[in-house]
């Protein structure tokens, strides 16, 4: 799988006229001395790109398109912070995250940021920072159209169940169902065809990636029972980068206010999932 990409300065003429005047394509016109000198947004703003980890495979959120960009809510939202930085979209390097490789591609530098339905929590906060979040989602569980015996995660007690190494959901049925034959792949897209032939139970993982498997799955799959945890969705940066996630959370309530984040939910995740409002941001202290 190509795991890095980046648009071909196609029209770059055009986007540079537009972004001088910060014309009407979402790219801000700043200068990097706008930025605290030394600062990461400094730094990305001078360079004027930025790389960013997303999923590839996870439709309404980040999904490669057949152009070899992703898209959906994730990518839309990575997209606005790049042009906060001047950075316009043909500037932005998109680098597959799987669950389990997010952490270290922060910790390592491969990435500026990451954006990929990733879940604010404290073993993670060990290694690195979020800003957020930017929306709060649930674990699910998924199966074939016809199955009625799954409805509680107890349920899942004996069956097979699929999910991804490094995510949560995983980790909740470890923990929380431990006589669950749990079966762990690299991305969730590998668990489709084995709950498909009935190799696997039950797909496990938050509500709004499983709805968009459903909704592609021309009635073959179905969300059983309601969300169970909560899955506050961050966006990953260094740890110690205080100031870049204070920035990124000074965006967030910039385009919570000034209607962009629901334009970016309601033409990606909004066309399948109900309507939705931004939650507050959490402007926790680093321990
Ligand atoms: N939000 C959960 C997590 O960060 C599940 C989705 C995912 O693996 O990206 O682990």
Same mark, same amino acid.
């Given at each position: 799988m190509i795991s890095k990409m980046k648009l071909a300065a196609l029209g770059a003429a055009a986007a540079i006229t537009l972004s001088a005047c910060g014309g009407g394509d !979402?790219?801000?016109d700043v200068d990097p001395g706008d930025f605290p000198e030394g600062s990461?947004?400094?730094?990305?703003?001078?360079?004027?790109?930025? =790389?960013?980890? =997303?999923? *590839?495979d996870q439709p309404l959120f980040g999904l490669l398109a057949p152009n070899g960009v992703p898209e959906g809510f994730d990518v839309a939202i990575a997209t606005i912070i790049a042009g906060e930085l001047g950075i316009p979209p043909e500037n932005i390097t998109w680098?597959? =995250?799987?669950?389990?490789?997010? #952490? /270290? *591609?922060?910790? !390592?530098?491969?990435? @500026?940021?990451?954006?990929?339905?990733?879940?604010?929590? @404290? =073993?993670?906060?060990? $290694?690195?920072?979020?800003?957020? +979040?930017?929306?709060?989602?649930?674990?699910?569980?998924m199966v074939l159209a016809d199955n009625d015996s799954v409805n509680v995660p107890e349920d899942m007690s004996g069956l097979s169940v699929c999910s991804v190494e490094g995510s949560t959901p995983a980790e909740y049925v470890r923990t929380n169902i431990p006589d669950a034959n749990l079966v762990l792949f690299g991305a969730y897209t590998d668990c489709l065809e084995p709950l498909r032939n009935g190799q696997v139970d039950v797909l496990t993982t938050d509500n709004v990636i499983l709805a968009g498997y459903v @909704?592609?799955?021309?009635? &073959? *799959?179905?969300? &059983?029972? #309601? +969300?169970?945890?909560?899955? /506050?969705?961050?966006?990953?940066v260094t740890r110690t980068d205080t100031e870049f996630r204070n920035w990124i959370n000074d965006v967030l309530e910039k385009i919570y206010e000034d209607?962009?984040?629901?334009?970016?939910?309601?033409?990606?995740?909004?066309?399948? $999932?109900? #309507?939705?409002?931004? /939650?507050?941001?959490?402007?926790?202290?680093? !321990?």
């Open positions: !979402g790219v801000a990461t947004m400094a730094r990305l703003a001078d360079a004027g790109e930025i =790389t960013i980890g =997303t999923k *590839f680098v597959e =995250t799987v669950s389990a490789n997010r #952490e /270290p *591609f922060i910790t !390592g530098g491969q990435v @500026d940021m990451v954006v990929a339905t990733y879940t604010i929590n @404290d =073993t993670r906060k060990e $290694l690195i920072s979020f800003a957020g +979040p930017y929306y709060n989602a649930g674990q699910a569980m @909704d592609e799955s021309d009635g &073959a *799959f179905k969300i &059983a029972g #309601e +969300p169970f945890t909560e899955e /506050p969705y961050g966006i990953g209607g962009r984040w629901l334009e970016a939910w309601n033409s990606t995740a909004g066309t399948v $999932l109900p #309507e939705a409002s931004p /939650p507050a941001v959490d402007r926790y202290e680093v !321990g």
